[in-house]
């Protein structure tokens, strides 16, 4: 099943193109890592698939349907720098809301419920659950809007730059997490400026510049006429060599 396929998907805010039909196709159960220098239409990209943003042409499906009819099994995970951090909410607040979908608009999420209490172990912040979030770290803010993401119990999981700011330590937890969620079937299309995170962990790589430069296995979306197109550069396929040869991936 095609967890998302998008079709000559366009977004335009005035007189600028964010997106120019773009097309791709995302199968189910794998991690897609969405890369391309700042402006390239990433944030758009997942915007426009929650249904925050409306396509000026194109179409798209998630899940078979379309976003609204499929919105309860979609998670979406924004940027930290989007986010207010300085509500009066306990981590606890902010995961149960991923439930009230389940239980009902008026109906309060009980303080024992098991989905909630499953979802911070595994995100491993259960002995968070009664902080407020101004006092948690990057990669603790992180994992509270993944444990909410689990908690919604979605199907596709769009996360906007999740590895910004956070230590490597927390990175790699957050990557494990995400790894294990695709083993159980869960599809997850990432944005990223983390390059080296790609080359063994993700299915594919989404290389976008407003455009679709390329989309495929990371061997072959990472070539270096991909990323000149997308960075206007050759500096970073060359950082991408590098790190291709330390980490021994060909």
């Not at 097309?23 to 239409?41: E, Q």
């Not at 303080?111 to 902080?131: F, H, M, T, Y």
């Not at 956070?166 to 990557?175: F, K, P, Q, S, Y």
């Amino acid at each position: 099943m095609e967890a998302v396929k998008a079709e000559g998907l366009t977004v335009v805010y005035g007189r600028l193109k964010a997106l120019d039909e773009v097309s791709f196709t995302i199968p189910s159960g794998s991690m897609t890592a969405v890369i391309g220098p700042n402006g390239s239409g990433k944030s758009t990209l997942l915007k426009t698939l929650i249904g925050l943003v409306k396509p000026a042409a194109g179409s798209f499906k998630v899940l078979g349907s379309t976003i609204d009819k499929m919105r309860g099994k979609v998670a979406y995970v924004p940027q930290r720098e989007e986010v207010y951090w300085e509500y009066p909410l306990t981590v606890w607040d902010v995961v149960a809301l991923g439930r009230i979908k389940a239980v009902g608009p008026l109906r309060p999420v009980r303080k024992g419920d098991r989905v909630v209490s499953q979802s911070l172990e595994r995100a491993g912040i259960e002995s968070l659950q009664s902080r407020r979030l101004s006092e948690l770290s990057g990669g603790q803010q992180q994992r509270i809007f993944l444990a909410r993401a689990m908690a919604q119990e979605a199907d596709l999981y769009l996360m906007d730059e999740p590895l910004t700011g956070i230590d490597a330590e927390a990175e790699d937890r957050l990557l494990d997490i995400l790894s294990d969620l695709r083993k159980e079937g869960k599809t997850i299309v990432m944005t990223t400026h983390d390059l080296s995170s790609t080359l063994e962990l993700f299915d594919n790589v989404l290389v976008l510049k407003n455009r679709l430069i390329a989309f495929g296995r990371p061997e072959e979306a990472l070539k270096t006429e991909n990323l000149v197109q997308a960075y206007g550069s050759e500096r970073v396929a060359m950082h991408l060599s590098d790190v291709r040869r330390v980490a021994g991936w060909r």
